[in-house]
């Protein structure tokens, strides 16, 4: 059986205000071509004139991804004609990125691989191009440009070909993605192109060819372009490895015997497709920019974002595991859903003294109450206080837990607290002299139930269970059962 | 003396006695341009209607008593490089033909913060390539001097209105020696300042590393006027420098103490023209007259200056000039013709069953840039494209780019050292007096010589003006070269006015 081996370039679109280059907005959406000035579309004279945002937002990424922080970077020109491309040439960093060598560990909590550190070569800044809008409807074969997005700050992280399956590269992007929101550097929409990936694919099969290479022959590397959603990058990849593997046997060709190819993923007819070697073929004549004067990062620059550094994913999960007893699974799932959500939880944690039962309403009822509604946990409407305080009951007894669901969903809908949401509900608490009372009433009545506990069958308390019920609807269910328990044992 | 006979300095003091109007001095220079630019050719658009409003303009509020610029009411030819808000900026090129810049370049909008005129927009080699202003898609711009002659490029129009009395001042580009040498050429007074001295904001850009912005004046004392109206940080230009900016103007007369000047051996070699040669020797003489000590000195490297200036400079402007792809800015072919002659080309190869020429026709897209730039970029902007684009390919890159790069500090070393011995360095701007036109129709190379003098500033970054300091036995005018360490325009501008005050050599007017 053969290795997949895959590197991932994932393009980040940078969360600030303005372009990298000029002051236009970078809000999605608007009007075409009505966020742009002459810097951003490259008007004859125009020079650009760079966003120190974008250099500490692309330094806190690099923090965080254990990436180093150059001192010295500079800005180069690569060079391609495109009707998106109002300078022809990109602003990009070729040979001194402002960010290299680093890793993002990944790990799979129902265990599919083994935990892993994958390595990052290098994460630089560059200008993103704008957009053609192909208006074929109208049968001309027109095409209209949208330069909105030209100049917009995207950071190209790009991996060591260290990821082996399909599986490892979609939880690779999962968490590059929950860190950079977490960071706050992109919000990594992938609808509107805030993250983009490239994958370069290619296989290695175990040969008793003399050649083999630690028993290994390597076919050609493909890269596939055009990937924007993780399930395509999945798909294609699982593609990609079948048709390498086809290829390899037809053919026998290993790397280095033809060109690195480029194909394009058709996410609807499922499969990738080579592009004309015409379209692939590019020498992009790279050259430092000489507009822009390089840029020399110092250490204290570096600390100064270091210091509003938060906490990373990784690190709460441990922190949940280690510190709050949360299985690794339960812990992935409220870090998954992002800082707010972690915040809430540990709102209801530490105020209710339950980290466990916080844990298990967060994950079941809560998200399950944020899906339908299909909102974050911003707006939902019990408030990490209040269910802190639902949970403490519960946690005390003090809500017969056989209620807690109803409470829960009183406070929901009233967005009132556990105390008023019980008065609501008539719940009052139930003192032990009254169950008492109520076991000894229902005791004598049903002789019958009595002398089935004695025979052994202790599940004969559940007929009475109903009654009491009944009688008196606060009562805790298990307070019951195990009080008629004791006093049929006494006798 | 007539108006436009006059020094902007002295037309300042006119003005300012009341003595004139900024209406009667832009009036002169129109009426000078109308009766003689249909010969010399150095505007390519004067719009006399906008000139006289703006001198009217500041006419009032100089009678109402208000405070005017450093500049106000005097006439400012522009060359066509610098963008002016509304105003077509074509820098010579049809591929720019139609291109109206909405916003203006940081020197023009100065400009106009000092109440100048702006006069029109004058003549130069496409997109400032070239050494003749012969190679203007437009027109060829003649040395007022000699009709016959070439006013020197790339800035050859904004050199020639001076020399021809039709501006008091002018702005033109220096990328390799584009002010310097049309100045020597046309007998005015031209200065490129230190790289970053002058916002590159608006200026349509050639060689970004090289390009500079600079004055072009009859005197050296206007020189000082204008570059001191100019200069400055720009927040627009990251390459601009970030430094507080002298009143050049304060201490121009007073003469240098203890003038060290560096004669540089290679620079009176072979081919340099003996009438140049020894108008340059008689005004180092002077300078020792008034005191100056002479050093010799050697920059090794300078032989290699022009041979590193045309890899690096190339590879720029191809890839500055990319931007013009017919997609975006100006010409495109006419795209009916292109697509039937791209489908003829089609069913022809189809017909012939010929493959492999089927696979090499252009995409639609491809035929449109690659139609809409050959036929829009004159062969000078062309065979430097090509030559960039070459350099920086795969495989030529280190050869030649980067080479070239570790050879243009190797010649800024030279200088860094020069200027440990000496204030200044002394030499020709040019190897000779100005060529007759048409002669490099078959030669670029030996147009790409007559910068040989010139281009070391523009790699080193350094500042150097040219002023007028003889002349040939045939009336041709002969430029003297100063060059100064980085921000050194005031020793520049006060060396050269101690020249002009040695009486030396007295500054002519060209008669027309
Ligand atoms: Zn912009």
Not at chain 1, 89 to 104: A, E, F, R
Not at chain 1, 224 to 243: D, P, T
Not at chain 1, 258 to 273: E, L, M, N
Not at chain 1, 397 to 406: H, I, K, N, V, Y
Request: glycine share 8%; proline share 5%.
């Amino acid at each position: 059986m053969y290795t997949t081996v895959i590197g991932l370039e994932v393009h980040v679109q940078l969360a600030t205000k303005s372009k990298l280059f000029c002051g236009c907005s970078t809000a999605y959406g608007a009007e075409p071509n009505t966020q742009t000035c002459p810097v951003c579309i490259g008007m004859p004279g125009s020079l650009p004139v760079m966003n120190e945002e974008a250099v500490a937002l692309a330094i806190e990424t690099g923090l965080a991804l254990n990436l180093q922080i150059a001192g010295f970077t500079k800005w180069d020109r690569k060079q391609y004609f495109y009707p998106d491309l109002p300078k022809g040439y990109q602003i990009s960093q070729y040979d001194l990125p402002i960010t290299h060598d680093g890793w993002l560990e990944i790990e799979d909590p129902k265990g599919a691989f083994e935990p892993k550190k994958v390595r990052i070569l290098r994460a630089h800044l560059e200008e993103d191009a704008g957009k053609s809008l192909h208006d074929e409807a109208a049968g001309k074969g027109d095409t209209l440009i949208d330069l909105n997005r030209t100049g917009t700050p995207l950071l190209e992280i790009v991996s060591e070909p260290d990821l082996r399956s399909a599986a490892e590269a979609k939880a690779y992007l999962t968490e590059l993605r929950l860190l950079l929101t977490y960071l706050g550097v992109s919000d990594c929409n992938m609808q509107e192109g805030s993250l983009r990936v490239d994958a370069n694919v290619n296989l290695h099969i175990p040969s008793d060819d003399p050649d083999a290479k630690d028993g290994k022959i390597a076919t050609p590397i493909v890269e596939i372009k055009n990937m924007n959603s993780f399930r395509a990058v999945e798909r294609a990849i699982e593609y990609e490895a079948e048709r390498q593997h086809r290829e390899w046997k037809e053919t026998g060709r290993r790397l280095g015997q033809s060109p690195k190819q480029t194909r394009g993923w058709d996410d609807a007819a499922g499969v990738t497709r080579a592009q004309r070697s015409k379209e692939e073929s590019s020498d992009y004549r790279y050259f430092p920019d000489p507009d822009l004067a390089p840029v020399a990062i110092t250490a204290a620059e570096v600390d100064k974002v270091r210091e509003r550094l938060i906490e990373l994913p990784a690190a709460i999960r441990q922190r949940l595991v280690a510190d709050y007893g949360l299985s690794l699974y339960d812990a992935d799932v409220i870090v998954n859903q992002g800082r707010p959500t972690v915040d809430y939880y540990l709102t209801v944690a530490d105020q209710s003294g339950d980290n466990k039962l916080a844990a298990n309403w967060l994950t079941q009822d809560v998200l399950r109450t944020l899906k339908s509604q299909e909102i974050g946990i911003e707006q939902f409407a019990i408030p990490a206080d209040r269910l802190a305080g639902f949970v403490k009951k519960v946690s005390a007894g003090d809500l017969p837990s056989s209620r807690a669901r109803e409470v829960f969903d009183a406070m929901l809908d009233s967005g009132a607290d556990a105390d008023a949401a019980m008065e609501s509900l008539g719940i009052t608490q139930v003192d032990d002299s009254e169950i008492d009372a109520l076991c000894q009433e229902l005791l004598a009545a049903n002789p019958k139930v009595v002398a089935d506990v004695q025979g052994g069958k202790q599940q004969a308390i559940g007929a009475l269970i109903g009654q009491a019920k009944k009688k008196n609807p606060n009562i805790d269910p298990g307070k019951f059962r195990q009080t008629c328990l004791e006093l049929i044992a006494k006798g | 003396m007539t108006l436009v006979e006059s020094s902007a300095a002295e037309l300042l003091g006119q003005l300012g006695a009341g003595e004139t109007s900024s209406r009667e001095i832009t009036q002169a220079c129109l009426d000078r341009t109308e009766s003689h630019d249909a010969q010399v050719g150095a505007f390519l658009r004067v719009d006399a209607d906008a000139a006289l409003a703006q001198a009217d303009a500041i006419d009032k509020r100089r009678a109402a008593g208000e405070t005017l610029g450093p500049l106000a009411g005097l006439p400012v030819a522009v060359k066509d490089l610098l963008c002016q808000q509304g105003e077509p900026t074509t820098c010579a090129s049809r591929m720019l033909e139609n291109f109206r810049p909405p916003y203006d370049s940081t020197v023009v909008a100065k400009l106009r913060e000092a109440d100048a005129v702006l006069l029109g927009r004058t003549n130069m080699d496409e997109f400032a390539m070239g050494g003749s202003t012969e190679n203007s898609a437009f027109q060829p711009t003649r040395n007022p001097w000699d009709l016959k002659r070439s006013p020197g490029g790339s800035s050859g129009g904004a050199a020639a209105c001076v020399a021809a009395g039709m501006a008091p001042l002018s702005i033109g580009t220096d990328t390799g020696g584009s002010i310097r040498q049309p100045s020597a050429f046309c007998g005015v007074v031209g200065m490129k300042p230190t790289y970053g001295r002058v916002s590159r904001f608006g200026l349509v850009a050639f060689a970004s590393s090289l390009d500079q912005v600079g004055p072009i004046a009859g005197s050296v004392t206007d020189t000082a006027l204008l570059l001191d109206a100019i200069a400055g940080h720009c927040e627009r230009d990251s390459t601009s420098l970030d430094v507080a900016k002298p009143n050049y103007l304060q201490d121009i007369d007073k003469p240098l103490d203890g003038l060290r000047l560096g004669v540089v051996t290679e620079h009176f070699g072979k081919g340099l023209d003996p009438e140049v040669e020894s108008a340059v020797r008689a005004a180092i003489a002077a300078y020792e007259g008034q005191g100056a000590e002479i050093v010799e000195l050697s920059l090794p490297h300078s032989k290699h200056a022009v041979a590193t200036y045309y890899v690096i400079a190339p590879c720029e402007a191809s890839s500055n000039l990319a931007r013009y792809d017919g997609a975006h800015y100006g010409y495109r072919t006419e795209e009916r013709a292109m697509l039937a002659q791209l489908q003829a080309d089609r069913k022809a190869a189809q017909e012939a069953g010929d493959e492999q020429a089927l696979d090499d026709i252009d995409t639609a897209l491809v035929r449109m840039y690659r139609q809409s730039r050959s036929e829009a970029i004159g062969p000078e902007v062309k065979r430097r494209i090509m030559l960039g684009a070459y350099a920086l390919s795969a495989g030529y890159y280190d050869a030649y780019y980067l080479k070239a790069l570790k050879v243009r500090r190797l010649i800024r070393q030279d200088f860094d050292q020069a200027f440990e011995k000496v204030d200044l360095i002394i030499g020709p701007t040019t190897a000779a007096p100005a060529p007759e036109l048409g002669q490099f129709d078959n030669d670029p190379l030996g147009m790409y010589l007559l910068d040989l003098y010139t281009v070391s500033a523009n790699l080193a970054g350094l500042p150097a003006m040219s002023l007028p300091c003889g002349q040939s036995k045939s009336g041709l005018p002969i430029g003297l070269q100063l060059h100064a360490p980085p921000l050194e325009e005031a020793r520049l501008l006060r060396a050269a006015r101690m020249f002009e005050q040695s009486g030396a050599w007295e500054t002519k007017r060209c008669e027309l």
